[in-house]
Structure formats: structure tokens, C-alpha cells
DNA sequence: TTGTACGCGTTATCAA
DNA sequence: TTGATAACGCGTACAA
């Protein structure tokens, strides 16, 4: 090392941090010689002395899921203004890789974990190695119930029954769903909110206007809205569980030659950048997301740095806003 | 360590590796025990004795922009099967953050670097530090011409070409372009590639058909799009640099009543999912940011892995190709 | 087939 | 203010 050609190690890694006890005029040179020499500091080294990494993992399903991307941003700005380091590992939605994930994480010394968790995933006990080892955990939109650890979600169930209520506002009597996977919470919740908000309004709450989907794609959207279509009594709203299948339903209803919202209003969920392109434009819930990740990252910094808060579980609940646009402004309301 | 339990640690250590030279009922009680423990090896310690991380570093501009995050997953696949694991590093865009993801990358031991500059970056030095320690780095879409490295990129040129063109085979007249940054080759390279079809094609080249912008936004691309319409003879036709801008122009065009592509046609760049839901759907190049990753991975895991081949620099040209959608289709074109 | 001993590059501790 | 030394957890050459 650069020390060979001054003095002793110690006083080389102490200038580089520039400890109080060293000539400011030694920690200078160090800088300088370190600069000229282009010595780059081992952090494996450094880490695995300090027993601390500064590492945050990510594990989540997809990365190029704007809601997921979205939420990584939030992480990484507050990650890296305290001092932290992102790394982000890709589940796939696959429940083996999210297991290998979770491994890895384990081995390289994280010094806490941000965890989405994959379509898959109903059991949990790869990610228990993490309590096991004292490593914070902190949970979000996907998280698990049957782990007592923090977490940040939206109101899901509250999000869906403002959604649907804003359909049955406008005027619609026949309000469908296209569901998510009903394995994962968030989407249970946003139909039991669907169905709550039909309850309170003395609606129909019929089992054919609910569309089950496997992964709320496109192309189970174009599907579920030609089942609706095809009702002998059409239903004049949708509440889909993602704006992914919002879009589509609504592609689908134009291309049948119907009108978006007049024949039939459609809401999404989440607020991704397409619900502005799409005609009509797509009202939709924003989830927030960025402010998701922002909350995750303060919450399992806050657990690294104060281990003795020993708080077993806190739930953050994000605020989520309904955006109203064209699919659901019906001609007698834009009068307003 | 495990070891208390049963034998010596080398013992242990090779066992968990497999090692032939341990007996195979060995090896399987310690991997049980292992598991029973709930072992996790530290990799600080294993990289640091092997010298080896089986990193690659990504240093990126924007986690969620989808050329970005394609690209990502297609090094994520390629890495992965690899036994490699991808680290990301976002830089905003920033020449700053740029070099403080270098010197971490540095620091991190990472086996491998995979970079697409950002917007403000035109020095380069703090990318000399990888070559001087010997690690390998590759380029992909905003590449480095300065610096002797391997690269993978599109024939932005040429792609810009047969954009321009394509909008001449339908009979546009004036065509207008939305430039990016000029700082960035790629855009430079587009713009020349506009450029070249108008001069093969003996067709006007004004100045002011050409609408440079900071960052291709949406709002420059609306502003972009007022321009155009505004101008006394009107172009026919206009090609944008990415998608973003381009779903701008179509839209800004709507607004003031004019149509698309009749009154005027429009061509992007990336192949982005807006480009299909936005309508008319928009004509773009395919750049094939899943494959530019794959490739760019593929290289850079070659390098780390046959250092012996001593090539200086390599260029991987990815294919791209014209989608043509609504947004070109003219109404004497569609009867084909 | 297994054990011993050392070193990777850093930092914490203690002594000077 | 600086230096010597040990230790972090693992891999490996060598010895047994």
C-alpha cells in the first residue's frame, strides 16, 4: 500500500478519514499522494473490519415496472443523502429467485433490506433469516402479513372504494372489476374495496361483473372487456385493479366502436406516465410511489442507526389521491 | 464459526464448496448443519481472500426511463446465468454523481463495468481509473469516443436515415426534425442522419425545420410542435429523437385540430410502450435496448474471463429497426 | 482425506 | 500526534 513510501499504515487510513488527531499537514500530503498514486480504498477490506457495509438491498418483482423504478428512486435518494448504498436484486416474480436473493443479500452483509414481494412468494421463511441476523427489514405495497415487521403500503381497500364511489358519483349503475391476483393482499383489498363501495350504494354486486386475472397484463384487460361487452345488461363502469388493464379496456371498448366515459367509464390504479396518453386520458388512484420508496428507506435507516428503538412492527400508510381525467368525465358533468 | 461443531474450518470451507477431495458424507452433514444454522458465508471475507467479486457495476443515467431499465434487464439476464450480480448506479445525469458511482465502483471491487454516460459528462478521466487497474468496462448507446474501450451501440445514423426516409416515401415534403442534446453523440448522429436523407433526397434543409431541445421532454416537444404549426409553410412530416417528445408533437397537434399523419406525420425513437398506446400509434426506430444489454454484458463478462485477449477496443452494432404504426400511415398508403 | 498456518486490506486498540 | 499489533472471515498451499 501507498504507505511504503511514507510512514505506517495507521496514520495513512486515519489521514483518508481525516481524523482530528493527525497533522493537517501529514493528512494533506496523504490526500494528495493517494490522488497522484490513483489509490482507491478497499471497502471490502474496510467493511468487513467495520462489520458494516453501508449496503441497503433491494429485492423487488421487476425493474422496468414504472411503480417499482418509481419507488427505487424514492430509496435511493434518502439511501444515498444518509450515507447508503442501493443495491437492487430482481425477483422476477419468481419465488426461487427471490429466495436466491435473499440469500445473497444475507451474504454480503446488507445493513438492512427493502422488500417487494414476488407474485409467488407465499411462504416467508427465506426472508425470517433476516430477523434471525438482526438485520432491519422493512416491507412495501407487496408486503407480508405473517412476518411482524415494518412496512409501507397505501390504503388499498380505501383507495378502491374511492375509486368505485367516484364511478357510481358520475352516474354509473353497473360497476365491473378486473382483479388482480387474488393470492396478493393488494389486490384482494382493492376488491373487497370495489365490493364495499357497491354494498354502501345498494348496487348490483354480481359475480360475472368481477374479472379474475392472472397478472393484470394488456392482454387480460382486452379480454375482460369483451366478456363486459358481451353482457346482455353492459355494465357502464370498470374499476381495473392496475392502469396497465385500464388501457387496454379501454382500446378495447373504442375499438368496438363504444365511447370512453360514455358508454363506459373506466378507472386504473397507480398513475403511471401511459394514463396521460392514452385517449381519453385515464383517471386513475396515485399510489405515490416515489414517496413509498422515500418512507421504506427512512424507516430501515432509522432501524440501522437506532437498533434500540426495539419497535416489532410499524405500518406507514402513504397517502393515495384520485386523479380525475377523461375516462370517467361524462358530458352532463363537464358542464360544471 | 460452524466449525466447534465437527472438524476444522478448511474442512468446513471446502465442504460447502463441494471440493472432491472431501468425503461426500462429510460434505453433506456440514451443508445440513449448515442449513440447521442458518449459515450465510460472508462474501466481504471470500472476495476479499479471492480477489475476485463477481460484480459488474452499471453506471446509468435514469433508473426509470424504459431504454434504461430494458437495457438493465437484458444485463440482469445475461449476468445472472453468468454467475454474476449486477450493482446499479444512477447518476442522474450528473457528471458529479457519475464520478462519485466511478469511485465507488472502484472502491467496490467490482469485476466488470458496464456504463452509459450521462447528459453532462464530457470528461472522461474519472473512467481512466478502470483501465489503469485493469478493469474491464464497456459502453453502451451514449458512448465515450474519447476513450479506447468496447462499446455497443445502434447505427444512430443510419437509423435516423431510414426514419427521414421513411417519412419521404410517404410523401412528405418538409420535414422537420426535434433534435436532442447536441452535446450527445447519439443525438449529433440522428440529426446528421435527418440530414442526410433531406440531401439524398434533394429536399429542403431550413434551419428552422430544425427544433433543438435540452433534454427532449415532453414539454419541449409540445413547444416544438407550436413552432411548427406556426411557421408559414407548415412541414409535413417531423422526426423526433425519442419517443417522449414525439407523443408530445402528435398531441400538440391534435389539440390545435390538425391531424396525424394527414396534416402532418411523425416518427420517434426507441420504441417505448407509449408509442402504442398513444393514437395514432407512433412510427419509431426499435433500438433493442433488451439485446444492447445482453450484449454489452456478454462482452464485459468476456473480457473479465479471457483478459489474455488483449483486444483495445471493440464496437457491437445492434440492429435496429422501423415500426411503422398510425402515426405514418397515410390515408393513400393504407389502401396497399 | 483432513488439518495447520498464513494472508487478503482495512480499522480499533493500546502503547509510545 | 503517530506506530505496532491484532482481528474481521474466508481460501489455499502445504504438511500430515
Redesign the pocket.
Known sequence: ?AERLK???????????N?????KK??QEVHKLAEKLG????S???N????KTNLIGVIIPRIDRHFQSSAISGIEEVASKAGYYVVIFQSNNSYEREKENARMLMSSQADGVIACLAMETNNYDHLLAFKNNNVPLVFFDRVCYELETHKVVIDDFGAAMKATEHLISIGCKRIAHVAGNQQIAIFRDRLRGYQEALRRNNLAQEDELIYYTEDLSGKEGALAARRFLEMPSRPDGVFCSNDTSAISVIQEVKRTGCKVPDDMAVVGFSNTPVSLIVEPALTTIDDHAFEMGQAAARMVIRQIEQPQEDIASETIIIRNDLVVRESTLKQKLTAD
Chains 1, 2 share one sequence.
Open positions: 500500500m510512514v505506517s499504515p495507521s496514520t495513512i487510513s486515519r489521514a483518508l478519514q481524523h482530528p488527531s493527525i497533522g501529514m493528512t489509490y482507491y480504498p478497499n471490502l477490506a474496510a468487513l473490519r467495520r462489520n
